[in-house]
């Protein structure tokens, strides 16, 4: 039988309802965001299954998790359900009418600096849009965003999958903090001290934290780590009180040193500087709503749409 006639014989929607179930990964969730009662969606989901020869959800334990097949249909799938939104409904997007979610994938820096201006400015122009975000490894969200499984991440990425490109939003750099009475009214420790000090570290897998121990390494140094975890965010407000040293990208600084009983310093040894970008899907360069959004990400951190930016 010709390709045609047995599309035909395919209900389209199912392919609605399985792009909410693979997204939310709960027959329950789904069925409250498609506004449908549970056993119809489940009864849709058999149906899938018998149409893709495929049990797409598994459970494990107390989640449901992705088959292969299913993983590899989620990016396509929520492609082809943008173009038809767009054949049906035009190209133009407007913000504030629009009810659709976006998927972004951050570490817990990234939402520091971006989340903040990003949110007020969605609740103002666009308080329809849910943001969904997400953390992973540099390599995992590359990964997302290569699949379609994120519309955007943010983050340092020196390497990148083929078809997804990236747009520099601001530089950073990295700038030492300690309590105040651990420079003991000097400006910096020298690099023997900065070594020999009990150093607090970030460990988030791939973070620019993680090349500071790179460096040092191909220098034929090490610093001494005297705890390490897992968020930037809550880094700072562990060193009062203490004698430890923490070495950080210079957004993450408390507005306030003094107040909190901190004082940064310069690093006594050169921490090249880092780009901090975005980065989205070749197939989602025309979308509008991403394009929006992309738009919104690079005025959340006041970056000057008018003047050239570096795409990838």
């Known amino acids: 039988m010709h390709p045609i006639h047995d599309l035909r014989r395919i209900d389209l929607n199912l392919l609605v309802i399985l792009d909410a179930l693979l997204d939310e990964r709960h027959v329950s969730r789904a069925a409250e ?3 449908m009662t549970q056993p119809a969606v489940s009864h849709a989901l058999n149906r899938l299954r018998d149409l893709l020869d ?20 989620a990016g396509p799938l929520r492609d082809i359900l943008g173009g038809v939104r767009r054949l049906v409904l035009g190209d133009d997007f407007a913000p504030a009418s629009a009810e659709l979610e976006l998927r972004l994938g951050m570490s817990d820096y990234g939402a520091w600096v971006v989340l903040p201006s990003l949110l007020a400015i969605l609740r ?24 379609g499984e994120l519309d955007a991440a943010l983050g340092v990425f020196p390497m990148l999958p083929e078809g997804v490109r990236a747009q520099r939003l601001f530089e950073e750099r990295f700038v030492c903090l300690c309590a105040a009475e651990t420079l003991a009214g000097r400006s910096r420790l020298t690099l023997e001290e900065y070594l020999a000090a009990p150093h607090l570290r ?20 090490r610093r001494q780590v005297a705890a390490t975890v897992p968020h930037f965010s809550v880094a700072p407000s562990l060193l009062a009180g203490t004698d ?10 408390p507005d306030d040193l003094g107040a909190h009983g901190l004082a940064s310093f310069e690093p006594p040894l050169h921490l090249a500087r880092f780009d901090f970008v975005q980065i989205w899907s070749d197939s989602r360069e025309d979308d509008p709503a991403r394009r929006w959004l992309r738009g919104k990400l690079a005025q959340a951190v006041g970056l000057d749409l008018r003047k050239p930016a570096r795409d990838n």
């Open 54 to 73: 495929d049990p797409l959800l598994v459970r494990a334990g107390n989640q449901m998790l992705l088959t292969r097949r299913a993983f590899d249909l």
């Open 124 to 147: 103002r122009e666009a308080p329809g849009i849910h943001l969904d975000v997400r953390q992973a490894s540099r390599l995992g969200m590359a990964e997302q965003v290569a699949s």
């Open 244 to 253: 430890l040293v923490l070495t950080i990208a210079e957004r993450m600084l």
């Open 33 to 35: 965001r498609l506004a």
């Open 202 to 221: 970030v460990a988030l897998q791939q973070s620019p934290a993680e090349e500071i121990d790179s460096h040092l390494e191909n220098l034929g140094r």
